[in-house]
T-cell receptor
Framework: QQQVKQSPQSLIVQKGGISIINCAYE??????FPWYQQFPGKGPALLIA???DVSEKKEGRFTISFNKSAKQFSLHIMDSQPGDSATYFC????????????WGAGTKLIIKP | NAGVTQTPKFQVLKTGQSMTLQCAQD?????MYWYRQDPGMGLRLIYY???????DKGEVPNGYNVSRLNKREFSLRLESAAPSQTSVYFC?????????????FGPGTRLTVT
């Protein structure tokens, strides 16, 4: 029940296209859903996060869509650029676990020029 | 502000050797974490420290020990390294207060155990 399932494992998108990465969870106590971006040789860095009281959050070209009833959330990258090529991790946490993050397995995104 | 720093960046150990990975943060964060990252498995929590003076096991604590030396520093020790501990190790910190739960990561330590 603590798992966060992320798909796909890898994704190739043409420059200018939309990249979509999906995550699903089981624990209904989760109330914080961040996405992290990791470049090769670096640590992950927070990209965008959402709380379950909203269904969508947008920051520039990055949007999180959240479906509470389906227990799913997704990251959309609009107008994908080669600089977006990285590994993306979804995660989830809750206050009753002191906001320890439960991580998805990651998606390696390659944007082809 | 250096953020989260980790030393060393790379390390090669022989089976049975011991070593300590060092981590420090200068953001006055309460919580600190040690993760390992293996291909296809995402990030797995080894140990965490919710606040100075406390430490707790995460998902994969076997073979590791930790010390929260003070609010800034959180070290990870491998007492007797095994090839299964070959991995990239990340330290992270988080304020966990005031509605801020972002984790800030260090650059990682690449450890190979032969």
């Amino acid at each position: 029940q603590q798992q966060v399932k992320q798909s796909p494992q890898s994704l190739i998108v043409q420059k200018g296209g939309i990249s979509i990465i999906n995550c699903a969870y089981e624990n209904t106590a989760f109330d914080y859903f961040p996405w992290y971006q990791q470049f090769p040789g670096k640590g992950p860095a927070l990209l965008i996060a959402i709380r379950p009281d909203v269904s969508e959050k947008k920051e520039g070209r990055f949007t999180i869509s959240f479906n509470k009833s389906a227990k799913q959330f997704s990251l959309h990258i609009m107008d994908s650029q080669p600089g977006d090529s990285a590994t993306y991790f979804c995660a989830a946490s809750s206050g009753d676990s002191n906001y320890q993050l439960i991580w998805g397995a990651g998606t390696k995104l390659i944007i082809k020029p | 502000n250096a953020g989260v720093t980790q030393t060393p960046k790379f390390q090669v150990l022989k089976t049975g050797q011991s070593m300590t990975l060092q981590c420090a943060q200068d953001m006055n964060h309460n919580s600190m974490y040690w993760y390992r990252q293996d291909p296809g498995m995402g990030l797995r929590l080894i140990y965490y420290s919710a606040s100075e003076g406390t430490t707790d096991k995460g998902e994969v604590p076997n073979g590791y020990n930790v010390s929260r030396l003070n609010k800034r520093e959180f070290s990870l020790r491998l007492e007797s390294a095994a090839p299964s501990q070959t991995s990239v190790y990340f330290c992270a910190s988080s304020p966990i207060q005031g509605g801020s739960y972002e984790q800030y990561f260090g650059p990682g330590t690449r450890l190979t155990v032969t």
